[in-house]
């Protein structure tokens, strides 16, 4: 009777129960969800002669965006380098992501070469939320490389379950130049927003892959929600900025998003607003027998953010 060989724990299927970012060979820490970074190529079709078959063949590798879900919490390398992206110096990174199992046993390794961050998605901050925060960075990598792990163990602490909890931050502060403490801190809620880094595709002769080239940084349009009494000193500067058309010189503003831990006693990042100006009021609407308090959505444009974390 032919017996079979148990498979090694190695070649076994596993739940993987934790990932991680690597940039430059530095551990930049543990992200709360991983998609895209998939591997593809279109298939070109070439007819010869009078034969009736289409010959297929591969076309360029084409590497999808990495989309990752972090917190606050990461390295100083990986805020760098979103910092340097949203202010508009675009820099490449080489770095993987590192799948380990429940035993912390590292599974799978997806390295990535020259890649560009080509979106940051900021989340919705609202005081009466209770879901936590993370934000989102979309990585366009160049050329992607899939390896299994080399089964090596990560000692992980208590401190970092704890660090963990720490990234989902649920307050915030919202400061506006120009406008009372009083009434910035009335703002109760503020859209998600996205800053994007335009990638254009550099397809050069020979290469089976397509180089990526940073474009132009794209700044949201960021609305705020504040009650409709306190609706007054944004009011006067729509009557000034727009409806008088006295955009100019020092009219626009600066302004500050903290993001702060659940006690509101420590910021965990910072989103400086430069060149702030307004571009739209709206009211809720009018209900009878209505019994929530009514808010004033405020649209606002910007020129340009910094990230300090």
Request: some cysteine; charged content about 25%; overall charge negative.
């Given at each position: 009777?032919?017996m079979?060989?148990p498979?090694?724990k190695?070649a ?7 990932f ?9 820490g543990?992200l709360?969800a ?5 591997f ?5 079709g070439?007819?010869v ?13 084409k ?5 990752i ?11 760098k380098?979103?910092?340097?992206s949203?202010?508009n110096?675009?820099?490449?990174r080489?770095?993987?992501?590192v799948a ?7 599974r799978s ?6 890649a ?18 993370n934000?989102t960075v979309?990585?366009a ?6 390896t ?8 992980v ?16 502060n919202f ?5 009372d ?16 880094q335009?990638i254009?595709?550099?397809p050069v ?5 397509a180089?990526k080239?940073a ?5 949201p349009?960021i609305?705020?929600y504040?009650?409709?009494?306190y609706?007054?000193?944004w009011?006067?500067w729509w ?16 302004g ?16 400086n ?22 808010n ?11 990230l300090v974390?």
């Open positions: 009777m032919t079979t060989q498979a090694s190695d076994r299927s596993y739940a993987s129960g934790r991680e970012l690597e940039l430059d060979g530095s551990d930049c543990v709360n991983v998609d895209g970074g998939h593809k190529a279109e298939a070109i070439e007819q002669g009078g034969e009736v078959l289409v010959t297929r063949y591969p076309g360029r590798q590497f999808e965006d990495i989309t879900t972090c917190g606050s919490t990461m390295s100083p390398t990986f805020w380098w979103v910092a340097d949203i202010a110096k675009p820099s490449r080489n770095g993987a992501i380990r199992d429940f035993d912390n046993r590292e390794r997806r390295t990535f070469s020259d560009l961050i080509s979106e940051i998605q900021f989340p919705q901050l609202d005081l009466k939320s209770k879901t936590p925060k934000i979309k990585i990598p160049e050329r992607m490389a899939y299994p792990g080399n089964g090596a163990r990560k000692d602490g208590p401190g970092d379950v704890q660090k963990q909890k720490k990234q989902t931050p649920q307050n915030f400061n506006m130049e120009g406008f403490r009083e009434n910035t801190k009335r703002v109760v809620k503020i859209d998600a927003f996205t800053v994007k335009n254009i595709n550099n002769g020979g290469l089976l892959y180089p080239e474009g132009r940084v794209e700044y349009t609305a705020i504040i009650p409709e009494t609706v007054g000193p009011m006067k009557e000034q900025f727009v409806g008088a058309g006295n955009h100019t010189g020092d009219k626009e503003h600066t500050a998003i903290e993001y702060l831990n659940s006690t509101f006693q420590e910021v965990l990042l910072t989103l607003l430069r060149g702030v100006g307004i571009t739209g009021i709206t009211f809720d609407k009018h209900e009878g027998h209505a019994e929530t308090v009514r004033a959505k405020i649209d606002l444009y910007v020129e340009s953010i910094g974390p």
